[in-house]
Each structure stands twice: as structure tokens, then as C-alpha cells.
């Protein structure tokens, strides 16, 4: 699956994406990947957005500090990312679009939607980090990303758990390479304090929480808690997967996302 990178001023950056399936009549969708990963490119969730390509225009988004994106790391924090993408939508004309993000992707799209009520029509929270916000996390692990974030075989080692059906993580390793220090240095300092829990009460479009249960990043209670404070929310959990389903399954989470589409999102709005 190929498709040309373009580039959309928002907020103040200059941010790469890439359209697939775009067609007359087909729903919209922005889909936005996990920290330190990307959307573009060829390796960027083939799967996942090849499938869902065949329902929804996918405006596959690199958040800014990743990927084609890489370069804009100026007033890099949590806010300007949540606050690129409904900035990315109005640019576009996107109306209501449906929102899928991966793992920092997922809590991308609830700070959005807290922030811009009404911006989407549903919330595809895909392994997502806590709205609790990341206090679980090893701090140990922001430490390797600021010092070793562009030393391959120090990633490899750490990355490859993640991966629990044995997927390649060296794309991911690509993707850390582009990013710069800084970013990594405000995002560790700022998202393990940052919780929107009781703020995503408020968020009153359908979302769906898909997880695995083998996830050793963010915890299935975590994820669970995000779940049940979502006043519109399905919930779906794979006994068989882990944090990188997206990639390592993605047929299988995009069969998830179009039936919630079809059924709980624009049946809803019928």
C-alpha cells in the first residue's frame, strides 16, 4: 500500500500525512500512530490501514516530533499535539471525522476531544495509554529514549516485548531515529503528571477501547479504567494479543473498527 506524502500548516507546524481509499462518498477517518512511532510510510501499519482504506478516506497522520514531521519540535508538549489535530481537520475540511489512535494515539485523541468537544464523530482508543495519565510508567524508560533513542541495538532489545507475536520492531526503530531528544525529554516529563480521567466523563461521542491482554506496556486495568469512564464506550480485549495488535493484527482490528463504525457510530447517527 503506497500513497503520496503531502504535508498540512495547523497550529503553527508543518505536519506530514499520507490519504489512502480516498473516494467520493467514503466517511473519514484520522488515524494517528503511538509515541515514538508514524503513520506514513510503507511500513506504518500496512495492514491496519490498507483494511480500512477499503471503507474510510484514512488521513494517516504523523504527529508533530515523528516521522515526516520529525522537524517540529518547537513548544513540543502534550496540548499543542492534542490541539494539532482538530487544527488539521478544519485545514483538511474534514467534518466530524472518526479518530483512531494507537497506544499515546488513543490518549492524543481523548486531549482532543476534551479540549475540542464535538470535533469527532467517535474515538477508536487502540491499546491506548491511560487517561488516568502514564504515573504507571517506568521512569527507567524515558531515560533509555533521551539517551539511547537512536542506538539501534539498545531498541531492539528493549522494543522487541512489545512484540508478542514475534512482529519485526525495526520500522519502529526507523521512526525513533528521526525523532530528536528534546521530545522525548517533554513528553516523559509531562505526561506521567498530565490525567484527564475525569475529564473524558464529559466526552459524549461512541468510542471503542480495544486491547490485548498481553500488553506490557500499559496495563489492562489501566486501560479498563479508561474504558469505564467513557460514558459512550465498547470495550474489547484480545486474550491473545498485546500492545502492538494494530500492527501485529491489524486486519483484525480494523474488522473491530468498521463494525463499530457501521453499528455504533453512524448507526447512532442515523
Request: some cysteine; hydrophobic content about 45%.
Amino acid at each position: 500500500m503506497t500513497s503520496e506524502l503531502r504535508f498540512v500548516s495547523a497550529n503553527g507546524a508543518r505536519l506530514g500525512y499520507q490519504a489512502h481509499g480516498e473516494g467520493a462518498g467514503k466517511p473519514a477517518a484520522v488515524f494517528v500512530h503511538g509515541y515514538s512511532g508514524r503513520s506514513t510510510g510503507p511500513d506504518a501499519y500496512p495492514d491496519l490501514l490498507g483494511a480500512l482504506a477499503q471503507t474510510f478516506t484514512v488521513y494517516a497522520l504523523d504527529l508533530r516530533g515523528h516521522g515526516a514531521s520529525a522537524s517540529e519540535i518547537e513548544g513540543w508538549s502534550m496540548s499543542a499535539v492534542a490541539d494539532d489535530i482538530p487544527a488539521v481537520i478544519e485545514a483538511l475540511g474534514l467534518v466530524a471525522p472518526l479518530y483512531i489512535g494507537h497506544s499515546m494515539g488513543g490518549f492524543t485523541g481523548m486531549y482532543s476531544a476534551v479540549r475540542h468537544p464535538g470535533v469527532f464523530s467517535g474515538l477508536c482508543l487502540l491499546a491506548t495509554a491511560s487517561a488516568a495519565g502514564g504515573g504507571h510508567a517506568d521512569p527507567a524508560v524515558g531515560q533509555l529514549m533521551v539517551e539511547h533513542g537512536r542506538n539501534a541495538e539498545v531498541l531492539k532489545a528493549a522494543l522487541g516485548p512489545m512484540y508478542v507475536r514475534g512482529g519485526d520492531s525495526s520500522p519502529h526503530i526507523a521512526a525513533l531515529g528521526l525523532m530528536d531528544p528534546s521530545v522525548h525529554a517533554a513528553y516523559f516529563a509531562e505526561y506521567p503528571e498530565l490525567g484527564i480521567l475525569e475529564e473524558v466523563r464529559n466526552i459524549d461521542v461512541p468510542a471503542l477501547v480495544l486491547s490485548g491482554a498481553l500488553d506490557n506496556v500499559v496495563p489492562l486495568a489501566e486501560q479498563h479504567l479508561t474504558a469505564l469512564a467513557l460514558p459512550l464506550c465498547k470495550e474489547v480485549t484480545y486474550t491473545t494479543e498485546g500492545h502492538m495488535l494494530p500492527l501485529e493484527s491489524g486486519a483484525m482490528t480494523a474488522r473491530e473498527i468498521i463494525a463499530f463504525w457501521t453499528h455504533d457510530v453512524a448507526g447512532a447517527r442515523r
